[in-house]
């Protein structure tokens, strides 16, 4: 795996007086405070969605970051692969412990449930490579139901019995993964 922020060492604390902008001017993870250190206070987790995902599309125009991470396409595995490097590396870098994602987050959708649910599966094995290499761990997971049309008037509120079934079948999904991945 290549380094997706290579010009970028890992953030430690500097104190408040640092000039340097990639610092920890406030947050210590050490200090203690009542009896815990600020990290036992402050348990950090990415969002995946927040900063994998969003590509900071404009209503009226395109994505204005890129978030290939390297990858040729995105929506294909290779692209979910490369996403969880970056992932891995982005919270290694900032020493974030945990992550939490939808499920439609970490994998592409596939034309159907069941290759969607073995992508998921794929994804999820390769996260736990990676969990294990760094003790980063799963927060939590869940089901992205409002990205997809098929969600416009709603899942568990929808009048579509097949898509009600879908939603049923997408949460007992996210649940599963959830933890395989040892959510909190």
Request: glycine share 8%; aromatic share 12%.
């Amino acid at each position: 795996m290549s380094e997706v922020f290579c010009n970028i060492p890992k953030i430690v604390y500097e104190g408040k007086e640092s000039t340097n902008p990639l610092a920890f001017k406030y947050y210590d993870p050490n200090r203690v405070i009542l009896g815990k250190t600020m990290k036992e206070h402050l348990p950090f987790a990415m969002a995946w969605w927040h900063n994998l995902c969003a590509a900071g599309t404009d209503m009226f125009g395109r994505d204005t970051a890129d978030k290939s991470f390297g990858a040729v396409r995105k929506g294909t595995m290779a692209h979910a692969k490369a996403k969880v490097d970056a992932g891995f590396e982005f919270m290694q870098k900032l020493g974030i412990e945990y992550f939490c994602f939808h499920d439609v987050d970490i994998a592409p959708e596939a034309d159907d449930i069941k290759e969607t649910e073995r992508r998921l599966d794929e994804i999820t094995d390769y996260m736990l490579v990676k969990m294990k290499e760094t003790g980063i761990k799963c927060l939590w997971g869940t089901a992205n139901m409002f990205s997809n049309p098929r969600f416009m008037n709603g899942a568990g509120s929808t009048n579509d019995a097949d898509v009600y079934c879908f939603a049923a079948a997408q949460i007992k999904k996210a649940l599963e993964l959830t933890v395989k991945l040892g959510g909190k």
